[in-house]
């Protein structure tokens, strides 16, 4: 067996809000469910260091999602809940960026460094859901996703391929200083409303086999107008109101936080001109600019790209 080594870094990126969140039924269970949007930036960094005795530390203190990973991690890899646990992020909490969510899987990932026990991601799935009690699938890197958050599941994978957008990002609400997800009660959709998100994740299973950002921004523009109903944001008519302005392909949310994105086609914005023409009616509007990302990669039409495989169900593990 490989000897233990004393320390293990593990690292996670985040998310921007949801291209869709809502509920399904699947195994003849409603379960609640989500695909969230990939920016494959930095978001937390752990760093474990092992010790014989004593108790599990994490610094800085509040971080107890991340210290609960670490231990769950180390009891299930035969290892005493103790050492020193560290957390860098640069993410603010309670916006909708997955900020908890990297801190835990960044802390899993750190625990299993120093361990040299690697996990997969459906395993590591698992433990950050009963760290954290809702997580984000931050774990299944490079990969959409249809995840049962609550259960830390994949429900269906819709492949590697993430669409290409120039995000706009917005706080709607900055004077609320972030939402606890936890503390939200779960939406009681109507049985017109699941029908409803069915056909959005139909579509946005169609939209990302052909590789059709703006198929997807239009699954995202809906699965945010629908959340009004059970957790209105501020100012959402006024990010509507914008993004139609300036020819936005549509906006998306953080559908249990303030986060929001316009969505711009990165064809339409090589020279930032749209952009800083939406930017500056930003102050008027009372809303607050975050700055600007690029998602995905350039990707080649479809007909000239190898046909992408077709999504698929994920076995339970």
Request: proline residues 8%; aromatic residues 4%; hydrophobic residues 45%.
């Amino acid at each position: 067996m490989t000897p233990l080594q004393p320390a293990g870094t593990g690292t996670a990126t985040h998310h921007h809000g949801e291209i869709l969140q809502g509920a399904c039924t699947r195994a003849g269970a409603l379960t609640p469910c989500l695909v969230t949007l990939p920016v494959g930036r930095a978001g937390s960094t752990a760093r474990y260091t092992r010790t014989p005795h004593g108790t599990l530390q994490v610094l800085p203190p509040w971080k107890t999602k991340a210290q609960r990973a670490a231990c769950l991690t180390l009891e299930l890899l035969g290892q005493a809940p103790a050492g020193l646990l560290q957390i860098e992020s640069p993410l603010a909490t309670g916006m909708g960026l997955g900020s908890s969510s990297c801190d835990v899987v960044a802390a899993i990932r750190a625990v299993c460094a120093a361990c040299d026990r690697p996990l997969s991601a459906d395993r590591l799935a698992r433990i950050a859901v009963q760290a954290e009690e809702a997580v984000d699938p931050i774990m299944f890197d490079g990969e959409v996703v249809l995840f049962a958050q609550r259960q830390g599941e994949v429900l269906e994978s819709f492949g590697e391929w993430i669409p290409s957008f120039t995000v706009l990002s917005l706080d709607l609400d900055p004077a609320r200083g972030g939402i606890e997800t936890l503390s939200l009660p779960l939406p009681q959709y109507t049985r017109a409303e699941l029908a409803l998100l069915e056909s959005l994740i139909d579509s946005l299973r169609e939209a990302l086999r052909r590789r059709d950002a703006a198929a997807v921004a239009r699954v995202a523009s809906a699965s945010a107008t629908l959340n009004q109903r059970y957790l209105p944001m501020s100012r959402f008519a006024e990010l509507w109101a914008l993004a139609e302005r300036h020819g936005a392909l549509g906006v998306q949310i953080s559908h249990s936080g303030t986060l929001a994105g316009i969505l711009f086609d990165p064809r339409d914005t090589l020279d930032n001109e749209v952009v800083a023409r939406a930017s500056a009616d930003l102050p008027a509007l009372g809303l607050r600019p975050l700055g600007l990302l690029v998602t995905g990669a350039q990707a080649p039409p479809l007909e000239q790209a190898p046909h992408p495989p077709e999504p698929r169900l994920r076995a339970r593990t």
